[in-house]
C-alpha cells in the first residue's frame, strides 16, 4: 500500500476549513474525478475514491477530531470504509447531502445503480459496554441484535410463494422515473414501486410484501486493547441488506467503558486519588498502590505535600495504536485526623513546640506575604 495522503491535502482545504468549505471542496473533487466523466481512467477513479475517504472522515466532526490528533492511525477501523471495491455510485451517494436539494440523480442521473433499482442497506448501530480491565486486555464482547432480514417464506421477492412479482409498469421496470429540471435531468425512485421495478400483487403473507421481516443475530465482536468510550467498531455487511441484490449495510458498534470506583481515566493514564495520613506525608512511607492488574510499591517521600502527585509509569492502559502502556499517576490526599486520643494530643502540642515554620514553604511565604498588610507598609 503506497502512503496516504494527508486528508485536507486531498481535499485542498486548509486544516481549520469550516464543514460547509469541506462539503464544497468534496462536492468540486466529485465532479471532477467522477469515473462517469472519466471513463477508464484508472488515476482520475483513484482521485475519486480517495476524495470519498477524506470526505467521509473530515465530513464528520468526530472522525474528524480523531484525525486531527492521531493522524491516518486514528480513524483506522473506526468507521472508514474501504472504498477500493465500491463502485462510484455507491460512495457518490453515501455523500449525498453534500450536495444539497439538488441530490445526485441530477447530476449523474441513469447511471449506475445508485438512485432507483439497487441500493445499500442501511447501516445499523448497537453497542457494547466494557470496564478498563477489557479496555487494559481487549476482549471479544457477543452483541445481539434485530434487524431487518429477508423473508425466509418469500426470499425477499415479497410475493406469495408460486407467484412472481410484475415488472411495474409505470417505469417499465427501471425502478426509476426521469423529469427534465431546468439544465438538469432530475431522475428519482419510482413513486409506484418505491424503486423496486417490480409491483407484488400475491402478497407474502409472512411479510405483507415487503419482502423483509425482523430477525435477531448474534455476533462475536472483537474489541481492541486501549479502545476509548464512545469509539466505534465498524463490522462490514452486518447491516440490513440492499435492494435487488446490493450489498448490505454495515453494523457500528458503538464501545462504551464504565467508570472505574477507583481509577480516572485521562488517554493512557490512570489516575488514582489516594488517601494518606499526615504522618505519612510528613516522615515519608512505603505504600501498596493498587492497580488494574493487583498492587505496586510506592515510595513516598519524606515532606510530600497535599495533592502532589506520583508518576507510576508502565501502570496504565495500552495505547489502541501503539500499545505502550499509559501511566498510573497517584495523586495524595492527605487526611487530618477528625478525632486524637489525649495521647496523641499531647505529643501533637509538644511537636507544636518545636515547630520551625522555615520548613514550611508554603506557611513561611503565607506570612511574608500578610507582613504587608499587618504593619501597613
Ligand atoms: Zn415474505
Ligand atoms: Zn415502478
Redesign the pocket.
Known sequence: MPAKRDYYEVLNVERTATMEEIKRAYRKCAMKYHPDRNPGDAEAERMFKECAEAMEVLGDSEKRQRYDQFGHEGVRGQGVHDFGGMNAQDIFSMFEDAFGDLGLGGIFGGRGRGRGGARRGYDLETSVTIDLDDVLEGTTETVDFTREDL?????????KPGTTPETCTTCGGQGKVAMRHGFFQMVRPCPDCAGAGKVVKD???????????PKSRTLEVKVPAGIHDGQIIRIAGEGEPGTAGAPRGDLHVVVRVQPHKLFERHNDDLVLHMPISFTQAALGAKLEVPTLEGQTELILKAGTQHGQTYTLRQHGLPNLRSGARGSLIVQVMVEIPKKLTEKQADLLREFAETENRDVMPHTTGFWDKIKGYLSGE
Open positions: 423473508c425466509e417464506t418469500c426470499d425477499g421477492s415479497g410475493a402478497k407474502c403473507t409472512e411479510c405483507r410484501g415487503s419482502g423483509r421481516r
